[in-house]
């Protein structure tokens, strides 16, 4: 069915007059009774009856009215949706990142993004999780961009380094070791430890600092995420292991860096090579890029 059919259809039920449809649609009116009789015949049905010189709307042109008067404005709002969605100063984000961004680095980011594009209207759809699911949500189109660590294996993913972290040692105010301003691996040997899970691709990084320095740890308990883990070392379950943020300032613990130097875990922007970005996701990713550490 042929859409400017269609819309000139709905202009001459409106009018019910072929001259001054012919002029709203800058078209001569020999041409609109040409499509309007193609549309009759498409449809086996007459749309329009003689009263006289002038015509009216048929039973069944009112009744398909309605149904062309609710499809063409659906058209029309998904063109004036989507011509949002990409344009540069307009248009949603859909943006993740892992649970330990969320306190700081996003927002300022976000933050610094909006302040720079004064007058833009972007809206953000952020999500959480851990970098192989945020990875898998890549690609898969659920997301634009991501802020994650490494993970190897992904020749789909390009990968931009944005920061670095510390790691360093967390406590609960009261343990013996929050009287220290740093800390040595040997200082927590006995230490029983909060620390991420198997899945974490940050676990792998502690597992190797404990073979490397010799140390069997004892794990009271393994998590999925950041926050839990601050949590119960707060609830004096153990000592942890993880990269500094301020998220560690939102609770009652004790931040102690190491004294020998260690592997820092590094932040990076992740988005699938190649593929299409809307205007404004484009603009923000060259922000970002313009800040990372290449």
Same mark, same amino acid.
């Given at each position: 069915?042929?859409?400017?059919?269609?819309?000139?259809?709905?202009?001459?039920?409106?009018?019910?007059?072929?001259?001054?449809?012919?002029?709203?649609?800058?078209?001569?009116?020999?041409?609109?009774?040409?499509?309007?009789?193609?549309?009759?015949?498409?449809?086996?049905?007459?749309?329009?009856?003689?009263?006289?010189?002038?015509? !009216?709307?048929?039973? &069944?042109?009112?009744? *398909?009215? /309605? %149904?062309? @008067?609710?499809?063409? #404005?659906?058209?029309?709002?998904?063109?004036?949706?989507?011509?949002?969605?990409?344009?540069?100063?307009?248009?949603?984000?859909?943006?993740?990142?892992?649970?330990?961004?969320?306190?700081?680095?996003?927002?300022?980011?976000?933050?610094?993004?909006?302040?720079?594009?004064?007058?833009?209207?972007?809206?953000?759809?952020?999500?959480?999780?851990?970098?192989?699911?945020?990875?898998?949500?890549? !690609?898969?189109?659920? &997301?634009?961009?991501? *802020?994650? /660590? %490494?993970? @190897?294996?992904?020749? #789909?993913?390009?990968?931009?380094?944005?920061?670095?972290?510390?790691?360093?040692?967390?406590?609960?105010?009261?343990?013996?070791?929050?009287?220290?301003?740093?800390?040595?691996?040997?200082?927590?040997?006995?230490?029983?430890?909060?620390?991420?899970?198997?899945?974490?691709?940050?676990?792998?990084?502690?597992?190797?600092?404990?073979?490397?320095?010799?140390?069997?740890?004892?794990?009271?308990?393994?998590?999925?995420?950041?926050?839990?883990?601050?949590?119960?070392?707060?609830?004096?379950?153990?000592?942890?292991?993880?990269?500094?943020?301020?998220?560690?300032?939102?609770?009652?613990?004790?931040?102690?860096?190491?004294?020998?130097?260690?592997?820092?875990?590094?932040?990076?922007?992740?988005?699938?090579?190649?593929?299409?970005?809307?205007?404004?996701?484009?603009?923000?990713?060259?922000?970002?890029?313009?800040?990372?550490?290449?």
């Amino acid at each position: 069915m042929n859409l400017k059919h269609l819309q000139y259809f709905r202009v001459l039920a409106k009018t019910q007059h072929y001259t001054k449809a012919a002029a709203q649609l800058y078209i001569t009116q020999p041409s609109l009774s040409q499509a309007i009789g193609e549309l009759e015949k498409e449809l086996s049905i007459k749309l329009f009856e003689k009263v006289g010189r002038n015509i !009216k709307l048929s039973k &069944y042109g009112q009744y *398909f009215l /309605t %149904y062309v @008067e609710n499809g063409l #404005e659906e058209l029309e709002k998904g063109e004036r949706n989507l011509q949002k969605l990409t344009n540069a100063n307009t248009g949603i984000i859909d943006l993740a990142f892992i649970f330990s961004l969320g306190a700081d680095f996003v927002p300022s980011i976000i933050q610094s993004f909006m302040e720079a594009n004064e007058g833009g209207q972007v809206t953000f759809s952020c999500i959480q999780g851990t970098t192989q699911n945020i990875i898998q949500g890549l !690609k898969e189109e659920n &997301y634009d961009l991501a *802020f994650c /660590t %490494y993970a @190897e294996h992904e020749p #789909e993913i390009d990968f931009i380094p944005l920061m670095k972290r510390d790691i360093v040692v967390i406590t609960h105010k009261d343990h013996p070791l929050a009287s220290k301003d740093s800390v040595e691996l040997k200082d927590i040997a006995e230490e029983k430890f909060v620390c991420f899970n198997k899945k974490s691709l940050f676990r792998p990084v502690i597992d190797q600092l404990f073979s490397d320095a010799g140390i069997t740890p004892y794990i009271s308990c393994e998590v999925a995420e950041d926050t839990a883990l601050v949590g119960l070392v707060a609830a004096k379950q153990g000592v942890g292991i993880l990269p500094r943020s301020s998220t560690l300032d939102l609770f009652d613990i004790k931040v102690l860096p190491f004294q020998e130097p260690l592997p820092e875990q590094i932040i990076y922007m992740a988005s699938v090579k190649n593929r299409y970005l809307s205007p404004v996701v484009e603009k923000f990713k060259s922000f970002i890029e313009r800040n990372s550490l290449n």
